[in-house]
């Protein structure tokens, strides 16, 4: 059997092919500065990543929290663990199976999306990743 490694909008994916992770189209989810409060804007996408979660109810995830450059390193990692667990809330709140999300993980300011020091890439690292398994 094939194997991939698919990114799709910064979110890695892994299936064979024609797996439903193949398929996939999950949004990262964005916050704003010191914040992990869901944005109403934000709230259109995670709906669509629970209408995909729904037609795909062997997909299981891990939800990783992700923070700007700005803070300490203690803080950070506590607020991308906020931002992650506000997301799960918010999926489980929507009739999703808690135990398919068999991870919350913060990585604070470790991995940014966008290395640049702008107002862009700083709101691009405020945010929550979805990561098939």
């Not at 992990?36 to 299981?60: C, D, G, K, Y």
């Not at 913060?106 to 945010?127: H, I, K, Q």
Request: a negative charge.
């Amino acid at each position: 059997m094939r194997y991939a490694w698919i990114i799709f909008l910064g979110v890695w994916l892994t299936g064979g092919e024609g797996s439903p992770a193949a398929e996939a189209f999950i949004s990262r989810i964005h916050f704003q500065k010191n914040s992990f409060e869901i944005l109403e804007s934000e709230r259109t996408l995670l709906n669509q990543n629970i209408e995909w979660l729904n037609q795909n109810p062997r997909a299981v995830l891990i939800l990783e929290g992700h923070c700007d450059e700005w803070g300490e390193e203690s803080y950070n990692l506590q607020l991308g663990d906020f931002r992650a667990r506000e997301v799960k809330a918010f999926l489980i709140e929507a009739g999703i199976d808690a135990e398919r999300m068999i991870m919350v993980v913060s990585y604070g300011e470790s991995r940014p999306l966008d290395p640049r020091a702008t107002r862009e890439a700083w709101a691009a690292n405020r945010r929550v990743e979805f990561v098939l398994r």
